[in-house]
C-alpha cells in the first residue's frame, strides 16, 4: 500500500522559505519508475499541480511558481523535496504529495501558511 508522508509546513513571512518533503513508502516499484509531485490547494479553490518530477530527472513547473520554487529528488532515500523560495501570501495553501503510476496517490498535504 502507497504511503506519502509530507513534513516541513508552517507559517513563514512575506519573502521567506521553506522546503517541503515527502517521503514514500509502500510503493511496489524501483522509485526511480515513478512521476512525483506536488500540488496545493488554498481556501475556496481547485487543487493545482505545482511541480512534478519524473525518476529521470525531467521537472516541469506552474507558471505560477516558476523560478521561485525547486523540485527535487532523493531516489535512495525514497524521498522528494519541494524548495519554496520569495514565498508570497497568495502561496498560503496546504501541499500535497503526488505519486503517479498509472493511477495518482496523494498525500494527506502540510500547510504553509505565509502571512506577516
Known amino acids: 500500500q502507497v504511503q506519502l508522508v509530507e513534513s516541513g509546513g508552517g507559517l513563514v513571512q512575506p519573502g521567506g522559505s521553506l522546503r517541503l518533503s515527502c517521503a514514500a513508502s509502500?510503493?511496489?516499484?524501483?522509485?526511480?519508475?515513478?512521476?512525483m509531485g506536488w500540488a496545493r490547494q488554498a481556501p475556496g479553490k481547485q487543487r493545482e499541480l505545482v511541480a512534478t518530477?519524473?525518476?529521470?530527472?525531467?521537472?516541469t513547473y506552474a507558471d505560477s511558481v516558476k523560478g521561485r520554487f525547486t523540485i527535487s529528488r532523493d531516489n535512495a532515500k525514497n524521498t522528494v523535496y519541494l524548495q519554496m523560495n520569495s514565498l508570497t501570501p497568495e502561496d498560503t495553501a496546504v501541499y500535497y504529495c503526488?505519486?503517479?503510476?498509472?493511477?495518482?496517490?496523494w498525500g494527506k498535504g502540510t500547510l504553509v501558511t505565509v502571512s506577516s
Open positions: 509502500g510503493t511496489p516499484f524501483t522509485f526511480t519508475n515513478y512521476r
Open positions: 503526488n505519486l503517479l503510476y498509472g493511477s495518482n496517490y
Open positions: 518530477a519524473t525518476g529521470g530527472g525531467s521537472t
